[in-house]
């Protein structure tokens, strides 16, 4: 069905150019496509646009979610991401004497006696919470990461508006299919409004990523933190997405995209254990002046996403499908994992790659400035089809899209998207994580050396086609190419 709609677009389209290619004194705007496009954007501009009045008035738990809607820019229409990504710095701030009355409940003490200063401006307010820098009495500088105080109380009566508000619409117009919304926020909000779940969530992280050396995670400090209060080690840096701060810094940009590559291909592949809010704000870039070594900190990790072992595996698959381009196993794999007849459609959104590009191999070619609009125009055009597939695939996979996402919008930022780096570092993650579950399953010797020889075997193949693409694009590669071609032309 997916397939059938690609190519009746394609064909619109094609009809269109070839119409306006004859009539050369026409003007676009009599367009039937141009006009219904046109008025299709404005809809969508007016809705978001009152969606976000929405989320800025009622504040909390709507805040969190707009800003979730604002971070699927390859899933839904630029015209709601583009206006909902605003909620990202336009979240509320507590007051003075707010944040006062949640130390003061939660810690017992006062400001002053706990802090020898404390910065009134928050570092950065979220739609749950604000960070604030401090200095404690033992001199040890600090991130005060503070709740709102009405949003506890007003979580649990937000989802059941929100809940009402959507079965409304759904009565009215079947086709929207926006219920995972609420699913989901029932499920996450008691763990990202609980803060000792989130200094768990720091620490195991830390210690599953301990060989990165290039990773730092914040360190909590327990004795002072609460459900509501968050006490943890200072650390600043520059935006991950901020290309200007890191050639001013001398920071290798590729060299951040693609360490930020290989934690998340860890994290979701061989772990199942993922960071699912990698907003610029919550990862941030430091070169140490004395090592020279740029690293990576990730802060907020409030909202995880487990992976099952089965559902795993099957994206590990389907991402080695996607990465061959076998069709079949694309095929195979994204009907597993919900898509059913929409795999054409589901492959494109995980990729955020044309169907055409999918076929041909995601790291056969770079992703044009054309493909990047077709892939953001296509979001409009098919989003009951979009929303169909939220609906239908596992509830693990919707956080994994929100984070794919918001990691090519980092990506495209410093532009390093799809470099073949990043997929043979997922390549790797992939064959790594389906030997281990290979070997797990079985109970002859044989076959787990056996397992463990074809492991390593695909992954020294990764290594060398890595060698032979970094002597390519060296200046030492160019001189060989250069010197067998005169050996070839001689002979």
């Not at 944040?99 to 979220?126: H, M, N, W, Y």
Request: hydrophobic share 40%; proline share 3%; net charge positive.
């Amino acid at each position: 069905m997916a397939r059938r709609a690609l190519k009746l677009a394609s064909l619109a389209a094609a009809a269109s150019g070839i119409y306006l290619y004859g009539n050369k004194f026409m003007d676009p705007n009599d367009f039937g496509v141009v006009r219904v496009g046109r008025a299709i954007a404005t809809v969508h501009l007016r809705s978001a646009e009152r969606l976000r009045e929405l989320c800025c008035a009622n504040r909390g738990t709507f805040i969190k979610v707009g800003q979730h809607l604002g971070a699927l820019d390859y899933l839904l229409p630029e015209e709601y991401t583009r206006t909902l990504k605003v909620l990202h710095s336009q979240a509320p701030q507590s007051t003075r004497q707010e944040i006062e009355q949640v130390i003061r409940e939660d810690l017992g003490k006062e400001i002053k006696e706990l802090f020898v200063s404390f910065e009134d401006t928050p570092l950065g307010a979220a739609s749950l919470a604000q960070v604030h820098k401090a200095v404690l009495q033992d001199g040890r500088t600090v991130a005060v990461k503070i709740q709102h105080p009405k949003v506890q109380a007003q979580s649990s009566k937000d989802i059941f508006l929100m809940e009402v508000l959507l079965l409304v619409v759904k009565q009215i117009f079947p086709d929207f299919e926006f219920m995972w919304l609420v699913e989901e926020a029932k499920k996450n909000l008691p763990l990202e409004l609980d803060f000792l779940n989130e200094g768990r969530n720091a620490e195991k992280v830390a210690q599953m990523l301990k060989n990165f050396e290039f990773l730092k995670v914040p360190r909590i400090y327990w004795e002072l933190s609460t459900r509501r209060v968050l006490l943890m080690e200072f650390m600043e840096g520059g935006q991950v997405n901020d290309k200007a701060y890191m050639e001013k810094n001398g920071i290798d940009v590729n060299e951040i995209s693609r360490n930020l590559g290989k934690l998340y291909s860890e994290m979701i592949f061989v772990n199942g254990f993922v960071h699912c809010d990698p907003h610029p704000g919550n990862v941030l870039v430091k070169k140490c002046p004395d090592s020279g070594k740029a690293y990576i900190i990730l802060l907020d990790h409030g909202l995880y996403q487990v992976l099952s072992e089965s559902f795993r595996m099957d994206y590990c698959r389907l991402w080695q499908a996607l990465i061959k381009a076998d069709m079949k196993r694309v095929q195979k794999y994204s009907r597993r994992l919900g898509a059913g007849d929409l795999y054409p459609l589901f492959a494109c959104m995980l990729t955020a790659r044309s169907w055409e590009s999918v076929n041909r191999g995601i790291d056969q070619s770079p992703v044009s400035a054309s493909e990047d609009v077709e892939i953001r125009s296509n979001a409009a055009a098919y989003l009951p089809q979009i929303t169909q597939l939220l609906n239908n695939v596992p509830r693990q996979m919707l956080l994994l899209l929100k984070t794919n996402d918001l990691l090519r919008g980092i990506e495209s930022a410093l532009h390093t998207r799809a470099s073949a780096s990043s997929f043979l570092n997922m390549s790797r993650c992939c064959i790594r994580a389906v030997s281990t579950y290979q070997r797990s399953k079985s109970h002859s010797l044989y076959r787990r050396v056996h397992i463990s020889l074809t492991e390593a075997l695909s992954l020294w193949q990764i290594n060398l086609y890595e060698l032979f693409l970094w002597l390519k694009g060296s200046r030492l590669g160019s001189w060989v190419i250069a010197f067998l071609s005169r050996m070839h032309h001689s002979t």
